[in-house]
Each structure stands twice: as structure tokens, then as C-alpha cells.
């Protein structure tokens, strides 16, 4: 199965500030998800990357706040922006890998 | 629009009793269903994937699932529970295509008592 590397595994940010979680695969996918687990809840998805073209993103998500980059087969970024405390979340990368789901260790975002 | 429900939001048994976690799903399609598993403070590990092929799919740890179509169901079960065990448990559904997202139930916590 697929192996993901995220990072930063864990980071403290101001609020009005923007951090950017990258995801790498060690092979190519063609999808690649973004989840975010808020505070003792469950994973909701944030928005679907294909490469080259534009994230679909779930309702209650848009694009401004969490802006999407996929360059490439392997490789993909959230940006959280403009951050607020009610951002602070983790939040995972995931990628199908043939016998199921594999997840990055996720990043823990804590907005002051 | 897939979804699943997980009935119970925390299950505590004794250490050596037998767990069981309840799933049932909604699907237009023909799911693919998953158990993953979360550790305190840990990222989401694949316990066992039903993908339409034999009805009770075991995985790993000693857990096994039963895919039931007239129930809609797929409960997670483990004969005996260990300490270790102490987790939060979520079931997730998708479509058969691997372009499609999971879609997670809200987790069972699960305790177990010594």
C-alpha cells in the first residue's frame, strides 16, 4: 500500500495567519483527500484533488479559506487561511492505495 | 450519498468479553465498507475492508466484520477484548471506485475494563 508523508506533524499558529500542510505519496495517485478531525469528532472531508485540476470541495468549504495545490501525481498542499481558534483541528491527507485508504500521520493545528 | 451510522458513541466491556461495534450503512451503490482504528494522540490504521467479495472479513488484532445486505449492516466484533484495545473505532463507506472519498460514521469510543 501507499505511504504518505505530511508535514509539519504538528504547529501553533496565530490567528490571521496561514499555515500550508504538504502530502507526499511514494506512488502516483490519482485522487488525493483532505480530512479534517475537529476536537473528539469524527473526519469530515474537506475537498477531492486531481491533478490538474480544480479541488471539488465539500459543502461548507470553499476554496478561499482553504486554498489546494495538486502539481503533480505524488504530491499535494492544503493552505488553512486566515486561521481562527475554531481552525484548530487535525487535519489528513489520504489516498486510495488498492487494498484500502491510507492516511498521512496528520497535522495538529493549534490557532492562539 | 453514502453514509453510515455508528450506533453508540462509547462501548465499555470487561477485559475477555466479547466487543461489538455497530455499523450500519446507506448506499445507492454497492459499498465498499472499512473499520479503521485510532489510537490516543495516533493516525487512523485499516483494520479490515469488505469489498464485495466473502461476507465476513477478518483483519488484523483478532477483529472480524460480517457484511449483512438485508440489514445493512457491518458490526465489528473481537471474541475477547484486550487492554489494548482502548481506542476510537470508526466505520467508513465508499464507492467501488478508488476516486471516490471515504465517508466516516462519527467513531465508538471503546473502553476496557480490567
Known amino acids: 500500500s501507499a505511504v504518505i508523508s505530511q508535514k509539519p506533524s504538528r504547529d501553533i499558529c496565530q490567528r490571521g495567519t496561514s499555515l500550508t500542510i504538504q502530502c507526499q505519496v511514494d506512488s502516483q495517485v490519482t485522487m488525493m483527500f483532505w480530512y479534517r478531525q475537529q476536537p473528539g469528532q469524527s473526519l469530515t472531508l474537506i475537498a477531492t484533488?486531481?491533478?490538474?485540476?480544480?479541488?471539488?470541495?465539500e459543502s461548507g468549504f470553499v476554496i478561499d479559506k482553504f486554498p489546494i495545490s495538486r502539481p503533480n501525481l505524488t504530491f499535494s498542499t492544503l493552505t488553512v487561511s486566515n486561521m481562527s481558534p475554531e481552525d484548530s483541528s487535525i487535519y489528513l491527507c489520504s489516498v486510495e492505495s488498492g487494498y484500502g485508504y491510507t492516511f498521512g500521520s496528520g497535522t495538529r493545528l493549534t490557532v492562539v | 450519498a453514502q453514509s453510515v451510522t455508528q450506533l453508540g458513541s462509547h462501548v465499555s466491556v470487561s477485559e475477555g468479553a466479547l466487543v461489538l461495534l455497530r455499523c450500519n450503512y446507506s448506499?445507492?451503490?454497492?459499498?465498499?465498507l472499512f473499520w479503521y482504528v485510532q489510537y490516543p494522540n495516533q493516525g487512523l490504521q485499516l483494520l479490515l475492508k469488505y469489498t464485495s467479495a466473502a461476507t465476513l472479513v477478518k483483519g488484523i488484532n483478532g477483529f472480524e466484520a460480517e457484511f449483512k445486505k438485508s440489514e445493512t449492516s457491518f458490526h465489528l466484533t473481537k471474541p475477547s477484548a484486550h487492554m489494548s484495545d482502548a481506542a476510537e473505532y470508526f466505520c467508513?463507506?465508499?464507492?467501488?471506485?478508488?476516486?471516490?472519498?471515504?465517508?466516516f460514521g462519527k467513531g465508538t469510543r471503546l473502553s476496557v475494563i480490567a
Open positions: 484533488a486531481n491533478q490538474g485540476s480544480e479541488a471539488t470541495y
Open positions: 448506499s445507492s451503490v454497492p459499498p465498499y
Open positions: 467508513a463507506v465508499s464507492g467501488s471506485s478508488g476516486n471516490t472519498p471515504l465517508v
